[in-house]
């Protein structure tokens, strides 16, 4: 298709709020955009894994390790389909992976934080994965289809996340003194970060305007965040804890929660890889890549031979 052709094609599928497939054609920088997006999500669907992964054997009680055990394969799964998608643009799964390994995509800045107590599987959960719905629900309406499709099922199950974080913290609130304190610290250690996961405010994202203008992003960074701290105080005040924000304040006419200013140092930092576990955190994946390679090896020779064996088939017959 010709891009002057193209390009009105593109236009008016986005001016008619319909979707965008992966045969149409589309301007690069459309294209570009949505590896990035979806490439980074994917990385942090997989990355998230560890810093839950590593309390499954130290969950208190059976019931909560199965849950939990079942959360982190929920995040696999994501990462599964995330990376699906991905591929429908031309990018291979393996590409995709020497990118995060070399640095040269990201994965959210929220997992280069450490896990420090059984609460943290709590503040996760209602925090971070309360966050990341904030966000994805917004995503069920983006304007790339399989990326759009892809979110329902992972919306559904990042609900599920949400409540048993939110359980695990209720659980605690209610609790010993000591288990109080506890979800207390995880909320002190997590909230500023899981309010950076939106990004940087509008004004100082390079990307938020095009992708709005595509209709990749629906709503802006600092509209979601909005939403998520007049939704979250609520939460967190019925737990009996404390918001750790000295400034943090209702304000009775916009009808919104005002906040104290975001540390954007420690946000810029952590992204650029010096957060408190980056290198660990990639130096274990990167661990995991090298150990699994006999299981794609042999899965990619077992594919070859069926393909092979129908091909005889079919030729025989």
């Given at each position: 298709?010709?891009?002057?052709?193209?390009?009105?094609?593109?236009?008016?599928?986005?001016?008619?709020?319909?979707?965008?497939?992966?045969?149409?054609?589309?301007?690069?920088?459309?294209?570009?955009?949505?590896?990035?997006?979806?490439?980074?999500?994917?990385?942090?669907?997989?990355?998230?894994?560890?810093?839950?992964?590593?309390?499954?054997?130290?969950?208190?009680?059976?019931?909560?390790?199965?849950?939990?055990?079942?959360?982190?394969?929920?995040?696999?799964?994501?990462?599964?389909?995330?990376?699906?998608?991905?591929?429908?643009?031309?990018?291979?799964?393996?590409?995709?992976?020497?990118?995060?390994?070399?640095?040269?995509?990201?994965?959210?800045?929220?997992?280069?934080?450490?896990?420090?107590?059984?609460?943290?599987?709590?503040?996760?959960?209602?925090?971070?994965?309360?966050?990341?719905?904030?966000?994805?629900?917004?995503?069920?309406?983006?304007?790339?289809?399989?990326?759009?499709?892809?979110?329902?099922?992972?919306?559904?199950?990042?609900?599920?996340?949400?409540?048993?974080?939110?359980?695990?913290?209720?659980?605690?609130?209610?609790?010993?003194?000591?288990?109080?304190?506890?979800?207390?610290?995880?909320?002190?250690?997590?909230?500023?970060?899981?309010?950076?996961?939106?990004?940087?405010?509008?004004?100082?994202?390079?990307?938020?305007?095009?992708?709005?203008?595509?209709?990749?992003?629906?709503?802006?960074?600092?509209?979601?965040?909005?939403?998520?701290?007049?939704?979250?105080?609520?939460?967190?005040?019925y737990l009996g804890l404390t918001i750790p924000d000295d400034d943090l304040v209702f304000d009775e006419e916009t009808g919104h929660w005002n906040i104290g200013p975001i540390d954007w140092?420690?946000?810029?930092?952590?992204?650029?890889?010096?957060?408190?576990?980056?290198?660990?955190?990639?130096?274990?994946?990167?661990?995991?890549?090298?150990?699994?390679?006999?299981?794609?090896?042999?899965?990619?020779?077992?594919?070859?031979?069926?393909?092979?064996?129908?091909?005889?088939?079919?030729?025989?017959?």
């Amino acid at each position: 298709m010709h891009n002057d052709t193209g390009q009105q094609a593109f236009d008016a599928i986005i001016e008619a709020d319909e979707k965008v497939e992966p045969r149409d054609w589309m301007p690069d920088g459309y294209r570009s955009t949505l590896i990035r997006q979806i490439a980074q999500h994917a990385h942090s669907e997989v990355i998230g894994m560890q810093p839950e992964a590593n309390w499954i054997t130290r969950a208190p009680t059976l019931l909560r390790k199965s849950i939990l055990t079942a959360k982190v394969q929920d995040e696999a799964g994501h990462g599964l389909y995330l990376y699906s998608a991905a591929e429908t643009l031309g990018i291979s799964r393996d590409e995709l992976q020497e990118l995060l390994h070399s640095g040269r995509q990201k994965y959210s800045s929220i997992f280069n934080y450490p896990t420090l107590s059984w609460a943290d599987m709590g503040a996760i959960g209602w925090l971070v994965d309360g966050a990341a719905i904030m966000n994805q629900i917004m995503l069920q309406r983006t304007s790339y289809g399989p990326y759009a499709r892809a979110m329902v099922k992972i919306c559904k199950e990042e609900s599920f996340h949400a409540r048993q974080g939110y359980s695990i913290m209720m659980t605690l609130a209610q609790g010993t003194e000591e288990q109080k304190a506890l979800a207390q610290d995880a909320l002190d250690r997590w909230w500023w970060p899981s309010l950076m996961m939106f990004g940087p405010h509008d004004a100082e994202s390079p990307h938020t305007e095009q992708s709005m203008a595509w209709k990749i992003k629906r709503v802006t960074n600092d509209e979601l965040r909005q939403m998520y701290i007049d939704q979250t105080v609520p939460q967190a005040h019925y737990l009996g804890l404390t918001i750790p924000d000295d400034d943090l304040v209702f304000d009775e006419e916009t009808g919104h929660w005002n906040i104290g200013p975001i540390d954007w140092d420690e946000f810029w930092a952590t992204v650029k890889g010096n957060g408190r576990v980056s290198r660990e955190r990639i130096a274990h994946k990167v661990k995991a890549w090298d150990e699994g390679a006999w299981v794609r090896e042999a899965a990619t020779a077992y594919a070859a031979k069926q393909r092979s064996r129908s091909e005889s088939e079919k030729e025989a017959s």
